[in-house]
């Protein structure tokens, strides 16, 4: 019987464990490196506005984009959400020119003290990012 009562809390704790050190899911982008990013009045969803009113290729504007994109966190469950503010295109450098893709993902740009938040084109599934993020974001998009 002490065994069965080991046993069975050992793998009580597992599951525990487990459940408590699962990560939250984030967006990713290619391991490649950042070129440009370029920021549009969205459209709608599904379809990525090719009329640019801000485009950024300092290094310290693509980190802040990519630090936001990556560290955004993938929301559980259906979220009901409004067409976007703004199309977001992640472009890449690399050694043969024209054969990466270009990102294109959505995002609704928090107010002060609140979260964005990002969905990859044609996807339904809804990232949010930190409420720092969202202040460095709302710097460069003016």
Known sequence: MRTVILVVSFVGM????GCLSRTAET??????????????????????????????????????????ITTAQKQI??????????DVMVEYTSAEEGQLPTHGIHLWLGKKNEKS??????????????????????????
């Open 117 to 142: 938040m990002f969905m990859y084109i044609d996807d339904d599934e809804v990232y949010l990012t930190s409420v720092k993020n969202t202040q460095k974001l709302r710097l460069l998009i003016q």
């Open 27 to 68: 967006m990713v982008l290619l391991d490649e490196k950042v070129s440009e990013v370029k920021i549009s009045k969205s459209n709608g969803f599904g379809g990525m506005n090719e009329d640019i009113m801000q485009s950024y290729t300092d290094a310290e504007s693509i980190k802040t984009f990519k630090n936001a």
């Open 77 to 86: 469950g259906h979220v009901d959400v409004s067409d976007p503010e703004y």
């Open 14 to 17: 597992l599951i525990l464990v």
